[in-house]
């Protein structure tokens, strides 16, 4: 059983640079989610889709792009690159009412 | 609003040693209170949550945390420390029990293990 799985794991940009963050899961989970891990920040909510076509801002929402077609996958794109969105990414899923399921993580960073 | 205070962002015990992991929270409304840990290179994982039904939760790999309102703490403990322990440790807060996304996640703590 995979869990959630995220492509790519590493990643170099340059400032406004396209590019998008996949993530699948096989749980046939109907929610997603995507956070990012800055250093002395922990980890915050930028989008999450509660099932496919239903998506909705967390609270770092500016500069990304999510869509939901299927309920396996939720990518997430960035339109523009900036440095301020150099983080570690991380995709999650959940059951309704239940525990939340990580990904390994993306590691990005925009020059 | 909510919010966590994680006390030391880097603890180093040695192997055999108590663990204890400080948490501190801030919540208008019961909390709910969850501790996750992140191995090296990996996504996070819930260790134990918090959610009224005892004020000591016990959780996978030996943690427990105990619960005190007087003190807004929910310290995470271990009486006896392994090399696996070795990892990054979060608490979190939320207004609701699973099922939520919208988790309020502290700085995190590193743990290292001295052999």
């Known amino acids: 059983n995979a869990g959630v799985t995220q492509t790519p794991k590493f990643q170099v940009l340059k400032t406004g640079q396209s590019m998008t963050l996949q993530c699948a899961q096989d749980?046939?989970?109907?929610?997603m989610s995507w956070y990012r891990q800055d250093p002395g920040m922990g980890l915050r909510l930028i989008h999450y889709?509660?099932?496919?076509?239903?998506?909705d801002q967390g609270e770092v929402p500016n500069g990304y792009n999510v869509s939901r077609s299927t309920t396996e996958d939720f990518p997430l794109r960035l339109l523009s690159a900036a440095p301020s969105q150099t983080s570690v990414y991380f995709c999650?899923?959940?059951?309704?009412?239940?525990?939340?399921?990580f990904g390994e993580g993306s590691r990005l960073t925009v020059l | 609003a909510q919010s966590v205070t994680q006390l030391g962002s880097h603890v180093s015990v040695s192997e055999g040693a108590l663990v204890l992991l400080r948490c501190n929270y801030s919540?208008?409304?019961?909390?709910?209170l969850f501790w996750y840990v992140q191995y090296p290179n990996q996504g996070l994982q819930l260790l134990l949550k918090?959610?009224?039904?005892?004020?000591l939760v016990k959780g996978i790999n030996g943690f427990e945390a105990e619960f005190k309102k007087s003190e807004t703490s929910f310290h995470l403990t271990k009486p006896s420390a392994h090399m696996s322990d070795a990892a990054e440790y979060f608490c979190?807060?939320?207004?609701?029990?699973?099922?939520?996304?919208?988790?309020?996640f502290g700085t995190g703590t590193r743990l290292t293990i001295i052999p």
């Open positions: 749980m046939n989970h109907e929610y």
């Open positions: 918090y959610t009224s039904a005892a004020t």
């Open positions: 889709s509660v099932g496919a076509g239903i998506t």
């Open positions: 919540s208008s409304v019961p909390p709910y």
């Open positions: 979190a807060v939320s207004d609701q029990d699973f099922g939520n996304e919208k988790l309020t």
């Open positions: 999650a899923s959940r059951q309704e009412a239940g525990e939340l399921f």
